[in-house]
Nanobody, 115 residues
Framework: QVQLVESGGGLVQAGGSLRLSCGASRRIGIINNVAWYRQAPGKQRELVAS???????EFADPVKGRFTISRVDAKNTVYLLMNSLKPEDTGVYYCNVNTPWGALWGQGTQVTVSS
């Protein structure tokens, strides 16, 4: 079973930046798309960004222009670069990889943005 491990979360002041990483324990093979989700306290998990094979990406409206998603298949790693962070970006961020055989999830990494 492939495991996904996120890292890079932490405490940052508003306006700051963080880069989250999501590494797979081994090469996954066929990937439909990869994505980052987040879950704020008391709220449902929401899609933040996703990218498909070929490079097209989509972003949730609140993060457009501030977040960038990328993947380096040779490193089995997906990144989420977050700039101009706001307190409302606070939450647990989860990596998601969708394959023809199902979805993989990481355990999450906490991001806290102070005002």
């Amino acid at each position: 079973q492939v495991q996904l491990v996120e890292s890079g979360g932490g405490l940052v002041q508003a306006g700051g930046s963080l880069r989250l990483s999501c590494g797979a324990s081994r090469r996954i093979g066929i990937i439909n798309n990869v994505a980052w989700y987040r879950q704020a306290p008391g709220k449902q998990r929401e899609l933040v960004a996703s990218t498909r094979n070929g490079g097209s990406s989509e972003f949730a409206d609140p993060v457009k222009g501030r977040f960038t998603i990328s993947r380096v298949d040779a490193k089995n790693t997906v990144y989420l670069l977050m700039n101009s962070l706001k307190p409302e970006d606070t939450g647990v961020y989860y990596c998601n990889v969708n394959t023809p055989w199902g979805a993989l999830w990481g355990q999450g990494t906490q991001v806290t943005v102070s005002s």
